[in-house]
């Protein structure tokens, strides 16, 4: 919905570069700069239509919000019509959406550009159903603006997808970063940013990579780890009060999940299929609950934590075909872990579920945590189970 009226009337459809419901419609797939800088309205553009360049200018000028689509004959969904970017795009006005969905639009560099593509500097600006193609060597989208959204996009290839720097709040959703890329998302010096339902699929450096962040959530994400004896799958360096919930983390020898002096970090409902450790505790890494977490066919430790990494807790562990917990600490709490190989419904759907009768059902110990989170109770029966999944 078009929440600002540009002041002057406009005849006709979209084509020409503007339309009631779909705001600033973008009808070129050329790099056009026309007006430069001072491009205050599309009242000064000529009337074969809008370029991507020229509606972020408009929109970076207007001082409320704005919304910038594309047009569906231009940019046709299933063939995808490519904007290459010869000049970096600035995102610097507040509120703005640029929202490709129901069309097909990709993002790559021109031959010879290498540098970054899109620059949110703004606040609250929406990036949605975008494609991002391989070009260049510099990150695909880089934001420092607060509150940005960035959801349904698709990274073919190429450098790193997603740089965060600087933020706060931003949130990338329902996102795919494909074969080929650099880092998958990098966080620097960021606060409540959240990962959710992202699918990162064998990029050449650690898919996830965090460092002096907090307040990160990374929830229900699929990582696919490509250079196994490089890459780690979620890297936290000098990262505090973040979230791990919830993701698949799939075979390679790698650390899944590794953690550099970060500390007050929960990492809970994992599961880590695959690596030489499953989750790793470096420097001092403190105060970090793992919980819930399910770690399978690690080749070295299942989890490695190190001497200087005091006051974690290791709490309801499944481990399946998985090395032993390598604990160099001196007092970390372990409890309630279940290392087996039979008794569970489907291990290789990743059905964790105790199995009718099995000795380890309501054997744990009760200790005040919720095994059952989206159920009222904390767990069922007299006492929670051994592993990470409360069985029904």
Known sequence: MVRWLLPFAVVGCGRIGFDPLDGLVVTRTDNR??????????????????????AITIANNHPGPDRITFDRDVFPVGA???????RELELDGDDTEVDGTSRGVQLDAAPGFS??????????VTLRALGFGAGGTK??????????????????????????????????????????????ISLEATTGATLENVRIDRVIGDPIFASNTSDLTIRACTIVISDKTLGRGIRLENTSRSFILDNLVDPGPAQLISMQDSSDNEIIGNVLDGGNVGIALFGTSSRNLMFRNVIMGSTDEAMFVDATAVTNRILNTTLFN?????????????????????????????DFRLVSGNPSIDQGTDLGLDMLPDS?????GAAPDLGAVESF
């Open 33 to 54: 700069a026309e007006g430069g800088p001072a491009l205050a309205s599309i009242a000064e553009l000529p009337a074969e239509g809008l370029s991507l360049r020229e």
């Open 80 to 86: 995808p019509a490519v904007i290459r970017i010869d």
């Open 115 to 124: 540098e970054k593509l899109l620059e949110v500097e703004g606040t609250g």
């Open 139 to 184: 990150p695909r989208i880089v934001v420092e603006g607060d509150a940005a959204t960035l959801v349904n996009l698709e990274f073919v290839g190429g450098p790193i997808a997603i740089k965060i720097e600087n933020a706060a709040d931003t949130k990338v959703a329902d996102t795919n970063i494909l074969t080929g890329s650099d880092i998958g």
């Open 322 to 350: 998985a090395a032993a917990i390598s604990d160099s600490a001196p007092d970390t709490q372990i409890a309630n872990t279940l290392d087996a190989t039979t008794g569970f419904v489907a291990p290789v759907t990743y």
């Open 376 to 380: 009222p109770e904390r767990f069922l």
